[in-house]
């Protein structure tokens, strides 16, 4: 088996793995309804304390929130259960047929991040946009919702690689979601928070995707001339050079603990 064809086995097995956990329809009807309804909350309050231009401004960040949720606390969830007394077959794994699952395992989240924004913004739309000629834009933006994607994941992994005790590490996803959600100029922004928070905030993954995703779609400046990718680009690629490092090296030190 070569490398293309073990990383799409992987890749196979994750879907088939994810769809038997967790099925489409209940998946729609229970998580991503719930996400979805919180998102228009937050959009509601916005409108309320702001108007219009408030609602805008809320709506193109909630509508990747979703999104978010799953690419960055369910692939944290799962690199974290990877390690395991219970999986002896990571004592036997080489590092690289390890990356090739996650690599496999990833593309599985792009694919349902990409499609849960899709609904969100499908349902988001219909109740605040009028027309359609906005789903033009969505499309044309797909480039920039993949590097979205990319930076979520890879703060996945470096939340998963931070070796942290079972109490701590259950509750670290939800905490860095809501922390995102305030400094990450997704409904709130940042320009409203306190000095520190402001300069803290350009150093978060997720934030200048968010920016670029917005000025597309509101201001109609190209996303490839907007330095806000670029400084993105940085930032994810660090988060997942560290989280990868970092992960591979506990994995090691696992693999030294007496079974």
Known sequence: MNTFQYLLYNTKLSWRMQRNELPLKIFIGTFAIRIIFQSLFFIWVATVIGGDEMREFAMYGNILIPAAHILFIDVYNVLRDEIDENRIDLLTLSKTSLLMILIGRSLVYFVKAFFIILFTYAIISSILIPGLWHWLKLFAAIPLLLLFSLSAYSFGIFLASLNLNDKIS???????????????????????????LQTLSQFVPLRHSVDAFRDFMTNNLPYWTNPSVYLELIILTFFSVVGYSVYLKSLDKFRKQPV
Not at 174 to 191: A, D, K, Q, R, Y
Request: hydrophobic share 55%; net charge neutral.
């Open 170 to 196: 259950q509750m670290l996803p939800n905490f860095s979601l809501v922390f995102l959600m305030l400094v990450g100029n997704f409904t709130v922004p940042v320009e409203s928070l306190p000095k520190f």
